[in-house]
């Protein structure tokens, strides 16, 4: 049997699919039907070599890399990303995490991981938006995944201007050079980690973290999992 409650809430106030804001059942989950049929998967999941991965080479140890969805121009998941990241929406973060935890849960690549690290914010970045967008695609990759998280290993401890508003590759880079460190490394030794972000446009900000994280422990392994990468980012003509 339905919760009542729900029944009488969805009644006044239905759910709206967050990607193409069409009024949904109660049955269709966090998406709607024709978006969950229309998602920009990329497929790198079982790809030991893809563009996700190629950007860190000769640059950052990453064993293996991947994304889950394309950040494009005009694709209803790009506003399902600025409802997570500047609306609030934390719970979609957490749910398409779960989602994305699913699929690497059925993949060989990802199948050594041993914890699960969410790219940190500085902590006046979280006291303004009021948490960690990254942590929450982290969270619910764990629970999928049945892989344990920790997020309080590495800190950010430079609040640096938005990657959004950097123009070049180099620019990027050298924003987010040293801005972040180990706290506790003994949380990270001898194991695979699972480094996980929101959006990876060059990569810059997601390396920068993972090379404090071999820097600082030179025996722990280190994967990378974004929910969205930008094809512009990464070289790729549309």
């Not at 919760?3 to 109660?26: H, K, Q, T």
């Not at 064993?63 to 694709?75: C, H, P, Y």
């Not at 995490?97 to 991981?113: E, P």
């Not at 123009?167 to 480094?195: C, S």
């Amino acid at each position: 049997m339905g919760n009542p409650f729900n029944d009488i809430r969805d009644l006044f106030f239905p759910p709206v699919c967050p990607a193409c804001g069409r009024v949904m059942s109660g049955a269709e989950g966090f998406l709607c039907t024709a978006c969950q049929l229309d998602m920009p998967l990329t497929g790198y999941e079982e790809m030991a070599d893809n563009p996700v991965a190629r950007r860190f080479w000769g640059l950052v140890p990453v064993r293996n890399a991947t994304a889950f969805l394309w950040f494009t121009d005009g694709s209803g998941f790009r506003r399902v990303v600025h409802s997570f990241k500047y609306s609030g929406r934390w719970s979609l973060a957490r749910d398409m995490g779960r989602w994305f935890g699913r699929v690497l849960a059925d993949t060989d690549l990802y199948a050594g991981v041993d914890l699960i690290v969410p790219v940190p914010l500085h902590p006046l970045k979280v006291l303004k938006r009021g948490y960690n967008q990254s942590e929450y695609i982290a969270r619910g990759m764990s629970q999928t995944m049945e892989v344990p998280m920790e997020a309080g290993a590495v800190v950010r401890r430079v609040n640096n201007p938005s990657q959004t508003t950097t123009a070049t590759h180099h620019e990027r880079w050298d924003n987010v050079e040293g801005i972040f460190a180990v706290r506790r490394p003994e949380r990270l030794r001898g194991r695979h980690i699972l480094l996980v972000d929101d959006v990876l446009t060059t990569g810059a900000t997601v390396g920068s973290c993972a090379e404090a994280m071999v820097r600082a422990v030179p025996d722990c392994r280190v994967s990378v999992a974004v929910l969205y990468a930008s094809k512009q980012g990464l070289g790729i003509k549309e």
